[in-house]
């Protein structure tokens, strides 16, 4: 008998997407203090906490704390998100719950299992997002509808971080203590010297490079940009080419180490 029919390449991918939804859908409770709580937490203490020490100066333009930090934790909380999605979530596929095995046992190509990770990755990290600015906009914090574009920006850093993470992760064949460093020495350090909390420029000259290659950086300069409708061409363009860049590559390299592990 013949086997079964190949589907279309994009309905490959969505249907991996499908089946990370139906987990999802019976178990997002588990993750609603990760993806959506912890940034407004940090929003509200920083921003109304802290913030209100902080007076509206040069180094805030001119807005408040709290209304400066949030396309910054907006474009934090996504790069953080992704951090989590791009980690263990992955080697749970090849070594736990090893469904990556079970859906290269049907038509769907590792390098499709791979693009339909990712592309679940960026619907998870758009939908906290959207729940985030939900949130700061009822906290008063949104200044205009130049947050949706802010919301973009965050969820492309978002991706320029996850995307390598990925292909990382899809080397891993211990039990997930590789990732500690990554949390430890990457993604806590990122959130804190990236443009955050402060501008970059009040961090020493040698620390400043480290900061500038940072997707969370090119992230929060144009989430801060868009939200404030300061958005000039080239800085945009550069930012974005950077992020866009990332992305690209980390994908092609997350395809490779799928198609290595998965054996095909």
């Keep these: 008998m013949p086997g079964p029919t190949a589907p279309h390449p994009w309905q490959a991918r969505f249907l991996v997407v499908e089946s990370m939804w139906i987990w999802y859908r019976r178990n997002w409770r588990a993750?609603?203090?990760?993806?959506?709580?912890?940034?407004?937490?940090f929003l509200v203490a920083m921003g109304f906490g802290l913030?209100?020490?902080?007076?509206?100066?040069?180094?805030?333009?001119?807005?408040?704390?709290?209304?400066?930090?949030?396309?910054?934790?907006?474009?934090?909380?996504?790069?953080?998100?992704?951090?989590g999605e791009s980690t263990f979530p992955i080697l749970s596929g090849f070594k736990w719950s090893r469904v990556y095995w079970g859906m290269t046992a049907t038509p769907i190509t590792p390098a499709q299992v791979a693009t339909g990770q990712l592309l679940w990755i960026l619907f998870r990290l758009v939908?906290?997002?959207?729940?985030?600015?939900?949130?700061?906009a009822a906290l008063g914090v949104v200044t205009g509808a130049g947050i949706i574009l802010s919301l973009v920006f965050a969820?492309?850093?978002?991706?320029?971080?996850?995307?390598p993470l990925v292909a990382f992760a899809a080397t891993i064949?211990?039990?997930?203590?590789?990732?500690?460093?990554?949390?430890?020495?990457i993604v806590l350090p990122m959130t804190l010297l990236a443009g955050t909390f402060f501008p970059v420029t009040e961090l020493p000259a040698l620390v400043r490079p480290i900061a500038w290659i940072t997707p969370l950086w090119h992230g929060t300069e144009l989430a801060r940009a868009a939200a404030f409708w300061n958005l000039e061409f080239w800085p945009v363009a550069g930012h974005m080419a950077y992020l866009l860049a990332l992305t690209g590559i980390g994908a092609a390299l997350a395809v490779r180490n799928f198609r290595r592990r998965l054996g095909v």
Excluded: C, D, H, K
Aim: aromatic share 14%; hydrophobic share 55%.
């Design 31 to 41: 993750t609603v203090v990760s993806t959506v709580l912890n940034p407004v937490f």
């Design 51 to 83: 913030g209100s020490q902080i007076q509206p100066g040069a180094a805030t333009g001119g807005y408040g704390y709290a209304v400066y930090l949030m396309p910054a934790m907006l474009a934090a909380g996504a790069v953080q998100n992704a951090a």
């Design 127 to 136: 939908f906290s997002g959207i729940v985030f600015v939900i949130v700061g």
């Design 155 to 163: 969820v492309l850093a978002g991706m320029a971080f996850a995307a």
């Design 173 to 185: 064949e211990g039990e997930g203590t590789a990732f500690n460093p990554v949390f430890r020495f």
